[in-house]
C-alpha cells in the first residue's frame, strides 16, 4: 500500500518536487542536477522516473522495495531515495510518457534505470 501511495503521489510534479525537498541535503542536489541535465525541473525529472518505475517493476522488485522501507518512520521518501538512486547514476535512460522539453521518448544523461531489479 505504501509503495502504491509513492508511485501515485510522486508521480505527480509538484507533489514530487516538494518530497525532494523534504528529504534535502545531497541527494535533493544530485535530483536537481540531473533534471537540469534533461531539461526539466526536480519534480517532472521524479514524476518521470517514478511513472517508468511503476511501468516496469517486477513483483520481486516490489517485494524487495518493500522490505527496505519497512519500519521507516518516512516510509515514502525513503521509498523514492531507494528508486531514484539508479537514475542519478551516468548514462540513465528512462521514458517519459507525457513528454517533456526534448519531445515525447526518452530522458538520459543522469541515470539508467537498466533494470527496477537492482532495489533487491
Known amino acids: ?8 503521489s510522486c508521480s505527480n510534479a509538484n507533489v514530487a ?4 525537498c523534504c528529504i534535502g541535503g ?7 542536477a540531473a533534471a537540469r541535465k ?15 518505475f511503476a511501468r516496469r517493476a517486477s513483483r520481486e522488485t516490489l517485494a524487495g ?8 518512520d518516512q516510509p515514502v521518501l525513503r521509498g523514492l531515495v531507494h ?6 547514476e551516468e548514462d540513465a535512460s528512462f521514458f517519459d ?3 517533456s522539453a526534448f519531445g ?17
Request: net charge negative.
Open 83 to 88: 528508486v531514484l538512486e539508479p537514475a542519478l
Open 38 to 52: 534533461n531539461g526539466v525541473n526536480a519534480g517532472r525529472f521524479v514524476s518521470i522516473v517514478m511513472r517508468d
Open 97 to 99: 510518457d507525457e513528454g
Open 65 to 72: 522495495l518493500n522490505r527496505k522501507i519497512a519500519g521507516a
Open 26 to 32: 545531497e541527494f535533493a542536489e544530485r535530483v536537481h
Open 1 to 8: 500500500m505504501v509503495i502504491a501511495d509513492m508511485i501515485h
Open 17 to 20: 518536487e516538494a518530497a525532494v
Open 104 to 120: 515525447r521518448g526518452a530522458l538520459s544523461g543522469a541515470a539508467h534505470l537498466e533494470s527496477p531489479a537492482r532495489l533487491h
